[in-house]
């Protein structure tokens, strides 16, 4: 069974940082792009990052550029989200997904792990 | 960024009954648009792909059409585990983008 299962969400102060990080089983992990996608509370869904299978492809939303920094860690099945100078704006549940693709393809997601709670606040 | 616009933003239902939702996108998209269904609490889950493809799992009853810049996802029969928020999201160009979501709450 394919799984994705997010980790490291809390409560973190404005200009804080905090890394998030989502193990994946139940497929081949380097041969699929991931993403990560919020969502904020009560509202829609909003796409942030991505990296493709290899690793060498990132990608980002506008409003997360210079401060998330997408990475991957292949033969552990992780990847992850580092977030640094966080604003309340960036409070959201963060979900990992899997592109539905393969390696380069990542804007359908198929998979979706849980959601870890990001709560930026003083 | 592509805009892409759900009507309506809630709906009410009943079960048995025949929902339609429809999103517009902003600029021409083809065929690139997937839906997404999202119950209270829980993930979304990926339910329609290239517009009118079925997710492997997901039940007939469900399916997608258009292309260019507007689409509809139809319910043809709304089943109790149907009530949830449906989105639609652009898969033509960078950035990825959702529509705002289509509530289906029970009449």
């Known amino acids: 069974e394919v799984q994705l299962l997010e980790s490291g969400g809390g409560l973190v102060q404005p200009g804080g940082s905090l890394r998030l990080s989502c193990t994946a089983s139940?497929?081949?992990?380097?041969?699929?792009?991931m993403s990560w996608v919020r969502q904020s509370p009560g509202q829609g869904l909003q796409w942030v990052s991505a990296?493709?299978?290899?690793?060498?492809?990132?990608h980002y939303a506008d409003s997360v550029k210079g401060r998330f920094t997408i990475s991957r860690d292949n033969p552990k099945n992780m990847v992850y989200l580092d977030m640094t100078s966080l604003r309340a704006e960036d409070t959201a549940v963060y979900y990992c997904?899997?592109?539905?693709?393969?390696?380069?393809?990542?804007?359908?997601?198929?998979?979706w792990g849980q959601g870890t709670t990001v709560t930026v606040s003083s | 960024d592509i805009q892409m616009t759900q009507s309506p933003s809630s709906v009410s239902a009943s079960v048995g009954d025949r929902v339609t939702i429809t999103c517009r996108a902003s600029?021409?998209?083809?065929?690139?648009l997937a839906w997404y269904q999202q119950t209270p609490g829980k993930a979304p889950k990926l339910l329609i792909y290239?517009?009118?493809n079925l997710q492997t799992g997901v039940p007939s009853r469900f399916s997608g059409s258009g292309s260019g810049t507007d689409f509809t996802l139809t319910i043809s029969s709304l089943q109790p585990e149907d009530f949830a928020t449906y989105y639609c999201?652009?898969?033509?160009?960078?950035?990825?983008?959702f529509g705002q979501g289509t509530k289906v709450e029970i009449k």
């Open positions: 600029q021409g998209i083809s065929i690139w």
């Open positions: 999201q652009q898969a033509d160009s960078f950035p990825p983008t």
């Open positions: 997904a899997k592109g539905r693709y393969g390696s380069n393809y990542y804007y359908v997601t198929d998979v």
């Open positions: 139940g497929f081949t992990f380097s041969s699929h792009a």
């Open positions: 990296i493709t299978g290899s690793g060498y492809g990132t």
């Open positions: 290239s517009a009118s």
